[in-house]
């Protein structure tokens, strides 16, 4: 079963507001109070088909990428789920590993109706694997959908949890960077300065180097000799920045696309999507009949 995790789903928060919004209308009983109604279920269904056909298009137009090779910016991966290098994630309530996790907690009411007392989700980062390389996934602030959810009752209280697992089939789209050897930019220039800037900072230490006469300054040769031990010094840091190993990063796009974990195929995410976007478009053609209906009566 597809369960809804993160931030609040645009298609199912707009679907309660048109339920509570007919309601309403039949409540009120007026012409003005239907055309009230109606006008906002309009509003709010445009907005929601949009929210819907948006996340169709994502999901659709992106292309799939490979990790190794992905170019910086919005990307596409698809892989496994797998630890980060340490000590594997506990789920809050049932201490299960896992990647991530939500929790629910709910407290069984004298109405026998069950309200939500606590509630949370982990933000420990994990790995994305495909055949090429890993891509660490930061899921601050994404939409994730899983597979995997389990609900119990005990003493007057429910819990519901979902986690994803590692060796989970991943799909990811968001903003993704290299940072490391490949993606290193470096001005040797600035380096230079900023070196025998922190060199000047410890004079004794730089008059101990250079100071080949022992007359407590630096001539215009010892401070040749300086520069050319700086630049040596830059150079050296300069190879090992560029050798080390490349880091692949994901995380929320910072111009405000959809940035979406699921360990669904992205197929089942496109056509329930597209189902949204019918359910909407449909509400919101029905909502104006019956507008156009009440203002010509």
């Known amino acids: 079963m597809l369960v809804r995790l993160r931030r609040e789903y645009a298609q199912l928060v707009t679907s309660g507001a048109q339920l509570i919004l007919l309601l309403l209308g039949f409540k009120l009983g007026t012409r003005t109070g239907w055309l009230f109604s109606l006008g906002l279920m309009a509003a709010i269904s445009l907005m929601a ?4 056909l948006n996340r169709l298009r994502a999901v659709r137009d992106t292309p799939t990428s490979k990790v190794a090779s992905a170019a910086q910016g919005y990307v596409e991966l698809q892989g496994y789920g797998q630890y980060v290098a340490g000590s594997p994630l506990l789920s809050k309530l049932s201490a299960i590993p896992c990647l991530w996790f939500r929790y629910q907690v709910e407290e069984r009411s004298g109405n026998n109706k069950w309200k939500v007392i606590d509630g ?5 980062s994990f790995m994305l694997r495909d ?14 959908y899983t597979k995997h959810r389990s609900q119990w009752s005990d003493a007057g209280y429910r819990y519901t949890e979902w986690n994803l ?3 989970d089939s991943l799909y990811a789209i968001g903003e993704f960077r290299t940072q490391g050897g490949s993606s290193v930019e470096f001005n040797t220039r600035e380096e230079l300065n900023t070196l025998l800037a922190e060199w000047k900072k410890d004079m004794p230490a730089l008059l101990k180097r250079f100071d080949l006469d022992n007359n407590g300054t630096l001539d215009l040769q010892e401070w040749m000799l300086a520069r050319q031990a700086a630049k040596r010094e ?3 840091r300069m190879q090992e920045a560029q050798a080390a190993p490349d880091i692949h990063l994901m995380g929320k796009p910072r111009d405000g696309r959809l940035f979406l974990i699921s ?34 009566s």
Request: a negative charge; aromatic letters at 12%.
């Open 165 to 167: 697992f590692p060796n």
């Open 120 to 124: 949370g989700e982990s933000s420990d």
């Open 49 to 52: 088909w949009l929210s819907s």
């Open 263 to 296: 360990s669904l195929d992205p197929d089942d995410l496109a056509r329930r999507y597209m189902l949204w976007a019918w359910a909407h478009l449909l509400v919101f053609i029905a909502a104006l009949v019956a507008l156009g209906w009440l203002i010509k």
């Open 131 to 144: 055949d090429t390389g890993l891509c660490i996934v930061d899921p601050e602030q994404a939409e994730i």
């Open 234 to 236: 830059v150079a050296k």
